[in-house]
């Protein structure tokens, strides 16, 4: 049963316009999550997080909004750059102790010149 | 940050022999842990490298198939065992419970590329 789940394997979008990426997950226990990006041949790297206690948290032309009624987060880049291009995953834990990470599927976006 | 170093970047292997990935890091670090991606699949925790004990492993994954060591608190290594095709994957390293600010961050190494023949 996957508990965190990316439904959209791709993504693509115009350079300067917004991307959003979708997440949900099942387990109620998460209360912190992250987003990593990911290039070929790279290791992912982290992009953002967001606890429970928060709705929203921005970094730059990222944010990060959490719906907990919904079990749903989604990441904003604002304006979408092409070395934006990566796949981005998910990823949920409890205790916001950065342990155990259970990831989504990843989205591959793909920002247009 | 932590600076991971994994090796080797990528590895072709005969089936049925075994593989050695090492994970080092610039600094002390308190969890360690080894993931795989199969092709166009998600990461997945393989276990949890323990200092001076033995790994902590998750479900589906056994010792005798990806034995771990961690001699310190800045190396580990995973071995991959026997290996078939279907091990075919890309190894990960990750190190976790790094504070930056209000954050937990876990960091990730470039990971291995392995294929089975």
């Known amino acids: 049963d996957q508990q965190v789940k990316q439904n959209s394997p791709s993504l693509s979008v115009q350079e300067g316009r917004i991307s959003i990426l979708n997440c949900d997950y099942t387990?109620?226990?998460?209360?912190?999550f992250l987003w990593y990006k990911k290039y070929p041949a790279e290791g992912p790297t982290f992009l953002i997080s967001?606890?429970?206690?928060?709705d929203k948290n921005e970094d730059g032309r990222f944010t990060v909004f959490l719906n907990k009624s919904a079990k749903h987060l989604s990441l904003h880049i604002v304006p979408s750059q092409p070395g934006d291009s990566a796949v981005y995953f998910c990823?949920?834990?409890?205790?916001?102790?950065?342990?155990?990470?259970?990831f989504g599927s990843g989205t591959q976006l793909t920002v247009l010149p | 940050s932590a600076v991971i170093s994994q090796k080797p970047s990528r590895d072709i292997c005969q089936r049925g022999t075994s593989l050695t990935i090492q994970c080092q890091v610039d600094?002390?670090?308190?969890?360690m842990f080894w993931y795989r991606q199969q092709p166009g699949q998600s990461l997945t925790l393989i276990a949890t490298?323990?200092?001076?004990?033995?790994?902590?492993?998750e479900s589906g994954f056994v010792i005798d198939k990806f034995p771990i060591s961690r001699p310190n608190l800045t190396f580990s290594t995973l071995t991959v065992s026997n290996m078939s095709p279907e091990d075919s994957s890309i190894y990960l390293c990750?190190?976790?419970?790094?504070?930056?600010?209000?954050?937990?961050?876990?960091?990730f190494g470039a990971g291995t590329r392995l294929s089975v023949l």
């Open positions: 387990n109620s226990m998460f209360d912190y």
């Open positions: 600094s002390q670090v308190t969890m």
């Open positions: 990750s190190v976790g419970g790094i504070r930056v600010g209000a954050k937990n961050i876990q960091y």
């Open positions: 990823a949920a834990t409890t205790s916001g102790s950065a342990r155990q990470l259970t």
């Open positions: 967001i606890s429970s206690i928060k």
């Open positions: 490298a323990n200092q001076g004990s033995e790994a902590t492993y």
